[in-house]
Structure formats: structure tokens, C-alpha cells
């Protein structure tokens, strides 16, 4: 099996037991699903940190979008906390 | 494919969530987009040139050095050296005198097909440039003469730029270089071509060693049994 599949195989696995476990334990917040599914993603293509130059490049673009959107995320969840205070 | 994971994904969540009132559904379908971004971002990097075309360029050359070796009748083994040796290229040289063994290589090597690497009158080579010469280039950094960035190179080269091979195991002694390499793609076949300059793969991890140790490398040995092969490297100073 190529790098390449190899790489998609493993995020589709590990997104799929991740999101199983979290509905397992009851998890409803879809924050929280999001945050685990983009550090799923940032792990696994971290692991596989030997792609063809070019990949890296096309997944780069990827990788910020998806961190931006966990940043995001971030700060929503802490305005909400200190609008309650 | 990434095009429909990404259409799926993008219809599903906002239903899953807002119709259907189900985080794990809109999850999945979050999951689904991210999935159908990463195929889009890897298809795109699909080679321009294709694999039958890179195989016809690879086999034209290597026939070409082969006519080349046989008419000449040399049987010798190549040795890698250094770029800084050659000029900034990497390259091989192939006594043309039978059974003759380089171990000094006096100054430069002139950028010609017929050189002169010694002060003796049949100290003369072919200097050619192999699959491993090509290859350095790919290279981000120089490794350093330890068996760990020399493997870390061939795991760059062989595994992830050209994905042919799974592994790579690297071991140095003193005046030897122990590759494993399991998985390989491209096998040793015992023509003449190969006799003389070994396998691509033995090509590139000797050019890379040769690189790392800044020395003259020849491969002394090559097998392949059970999908891995074995190459021994002799450092030469």
C-alpha cells in the first residue's frame, strides 16, 4: 500500500474510533467533537512526517484552516465563559 | 473522491445537526469534509509525468550505461564519491582496468565520461551518474556521518519522496555501512549493469553514505530474500 493511502486509511480508522468512544461516553457537545477530530487529524499527518514534498505543501493550507477553526473555537468557548462571570 | 466526501460532508452536517438534532451524525459529517480536503490536497500531487513514462526514461538510461560497460568489458565495481570530489555532482567511478581497486582518489574528478583519479597511467575511471546521484539532490539538508541521519536521509528518499520501500535500517561500524531495506519495490536482478553499479535502491543509500561520511563508498555486497534486502557498504578512505 502507498504512503499516501496508508495516511488516509489511518485518519479514516482514527477518526471513526474517536467519534465512536465519544458518543460511547455520551459526549452532545459538537465543540468538543470538532476539537478532538482536528487534533486526530494534526496527530496522524504528524506521525506520517515523510510525504512527498509536495504533499506537505498541499496539505499545509489543510492543516492552518482546520488549526484556525480550532483557535476559533477556542475563543468562542472562552468569551462565553467570561461573559457568564 | 475528495470532491464527494466534501459535497457529502457539507450536505450532512448541517442536517444532521440542525434537523436531525444529532452531534455524532454532524460530526461524522464534519469528519467527512476534512477527509474529502485531505484526498483533494493529495490527488493534486499526483506526479505529472507517468509512472509507465518515469520507468521508459529510468530503463533507456540504464541500457545505455550497460552497452556502454559491456563493450568495454569492465566488470569492476563502481565507487561512489563525494560531490565535493566531483565538481558539486555526485558520481560513480568504473576502473577500466580489471580487477583494479580505487582506494585514493588524488583532487578532483574532472566533469568527463574518461578520467583520471591517481598518479599511476592506468589509474583511469568512467565517472557516470546513477539513480543515487539524481536522488541526493532531493535532499533538504546534508546528513552528517552518523548511522542516524544517514538513515534518516534514506528513510526521506526512499520511503517518502519515492515510496519504494517501508523501512530502512542503518548500521555503521568503523569502515562498513549495514543497510536493510524491507519492503523494496525495486529488486536486485544480476545483470551487468547492476554488477557494476548495484540495484537503484543500493545506488541511492550508497550515494547518500558517500555523501554523509564525505568518503568513497562501494557496494560489496547485495541480496534480497523475504521482501528485505541487505546491502553492505565498504567505506573506503
Redesign the interface.
Given at each position: 500500500m502507498?504512503?499516501?493511502n496508508k495516511?488516509?486509511v489511518s485518519?479514516?480508522i482514527t477518526?471513526c474510533v474517536i467519534?465512536a468512544l465519544?458518543?460511547f461516553f455520551g459526549?452532545?457537545?459538537?465543540e468538543i467533537?470538532?476539537t478532538v477530530?482536528?487534533t486526530t487529524?494534526l496527530a496522524v499527518t504528524l506521525l506520517y512526517i515523510?510525504?512527498?514534498?509536495?504533499?506537505k505543501i498541499?496539505?499545509n493550507?489543510?492543516g492552518t484552516?482546520?488549526f484556525a477553526g480550532f483557535i476559533l473555537t477556542g475563543v468562542f468557548k472562552a468569551m462565553n465563559i467570561l461573559s457568564v462571570r | 473522491m475528495g470532491l464527494g466526501f466534501c459535497l457529502a460532508g457539507t450536505v450532512f452536517a448541517p442536517i444532521s445537526?440542525f434537523i436531525i438534532s444529532s452531534?455524532?451524525l454532524?460530526?461524522?459529517g464534519?469528519?467527512t469534509i476534512?477527509?474529502g480536503?485531505?484526498?483533494i490536497?493529495?490527488a493534486?500531487?499526483r506526479p505529472y509525468v507517468s509512472p509507465e513514462a518515469c520507468q521508459l526514461i529510468l530503463k533507456t538510461g540504464m541500457e545505455n550505461t550497460s552497452a556502454l560497460l559491456e563493450e568495454l568489458g569492465i566488470r569492476n565495481k563502481a565507487v561512489y564519491l563525494p560531490s565535493t570530489v566531483s565538481n558539486g555532482h555526485q558520481k560513480a567511478l568504473i576502473p577500466l582496468v580489471e580487477n583494479k581497486e580505487i582506494q585514493i582518489v588524488k583532487g578532483k574528478i574532472p566533469d568527463r565520461l574518461i578520467v583520471r583519479y591517481g598518479i599511476n597511467p592506468d589509474d583511469m575511471a568512467i565517472a557516470v551518474t546513477t539513480p543515487g546521484s539524481i536522488n541526493i539532490n532531493m535532499l533538504e539538508t546534508k546528513p552528517g556521518p552518523t548511522s542516524g541521519e544517514i538513515e534518516a536521509a534514506a528513510?526521506?528518499i526512499l520511503?517518502?519522496?519515492l515510496?519504494i520501500a517501508t523501512s530502512v535500517a542503518v548500521k555503521l561500524t568503523d569502515n562498513r555501512v549495514d543497510i536493510d531495506v524491507s519492503g523494496s519495490r525495486l529488486h536486485y536482478e544480476d545483470i551487468w549493469y547492476y554488477r557494476c553499479l548495484g540495484s537503484p535502491i543500493a545506488s541511492i543509500v550508497a550515494a547518500i553514505s558517500s555523501e554523509a561520511l564525505q568518503k568513497p563508498i562501494r557496494i560489496s555486497e547485495e541480496s534480497y530474500n523475504r521482501g528485505k534486502s541487505s546491502i553492505v557498504l565498504e567505506v573506503l578512505s
Amino acid at each position: 500500500m502507498r504512503i499516501h493511502n496508508k495516511y488516509i486509511v489511518s485518519l479514516v480508522i482514527t477518526s471513526c474510533v474517536i467519534n465512536a468512544l465519544l458518543v460511547f461516553f455520551g459526549q452532545d457537545n459538537i465543540e468538543i467533537y470538532y476539537t478532538v477530530n482536528i487534533t486526530t487529524y494534526l496527530a496522524v499527518t504528524l506521525l506520517y512526517i515523510c510525504p512527498n514534498p509536495r504533499a506537505k505543501i498541499a496539505l499545509n493550507p489543510v492543516g492552518t484552516v482546520l488549526f484556525a477553526g480550532f483557535i476559533l473555537t477556542g475563543v468562542f468557548k472562552a468569551m462565553n465563559i467570561l461573559s457568564v462571570r | 473522491m475528495g470532491l464527494g466526501f466534501c459535497l457529502a460532508g457539507t450536505v450532512f452536517a448541517p442536517i444532521s445537526y440542525f434537523i436531525i438534532s444529532s452531534v455524532p451524525l454532524a460530526a461524522i459529517g464534519i469528519s467527512t469534509i476534512v477527509i474529502g480536503f485531505v484526498c483533494i490536497a493529495l490527488a493534486n500531487t499526483r506526479p505529472y509525468v507517468s509512472p509507465e513514462a518515469c520507468q521508459l526514461i529510468l530503463k533507456t538510461g540504464m541500457e545505455n550505461t550497460s552497452a556502454l560497460l559491456e563493450e568495454l568489458g569492465i566488470r569492476n565495481k563502481a565507487v561512489y564519491l563525494p560531490s565535493t570530489v566531483s565538481n558539486g555532482h555526485q558520481k560513480a567511478l568504473i576502473p577500466l582496468v580489471e580487477n583494479k581497486e580505487i582506494q585514493i582518489v588524488k583532487g578532483k574528478i574532472p566533469d568527463r565520461l574518461i578520467v583520471r583519479y591517481g598518479i599511476n597511467p592506468d589509474d583511469m575511471a568512467i565517472a557516470v551518474t546513477t539513480p543515487g546521484s539524481i536522488n541526493i539532490n532531493m535532499l533538504e539538508t546534508k546528513p552528517g556521518p552518523t548511522s542516524g541521519e544517514i538513515e534518516a536521509a534514506a528513510t526521506y528518499i526512499l520511503m517518502g519522496v519515492l515510496d519504494i520501500a517501508t523501512s530502512v535500517a542503518v548500521k555503521l561500524t568503523d569502515n562498513r555501512v549495514d543497510i536493510d531495506v524491507s519492503g523494496s519495490r525495486l529488486h536486485y536482478e544480476d545483470i551487468w549493469y547492476y554488477r557494476c553499479l548495484g540495484s537503484p535502491i543500493a545506488s541511492i543509500v550508497a550515494a547518500i553514505s558517500s555523501e554523509a561520511l564525505q568518503k568513497p563508498i562501494r557496494i560489496s555486497e547485495e541480496s534480497y530474500n523475504r521482501g528485505k534486502s541487505s546491502i553492505v557498504l565498504e567505506v573506503l578512505s
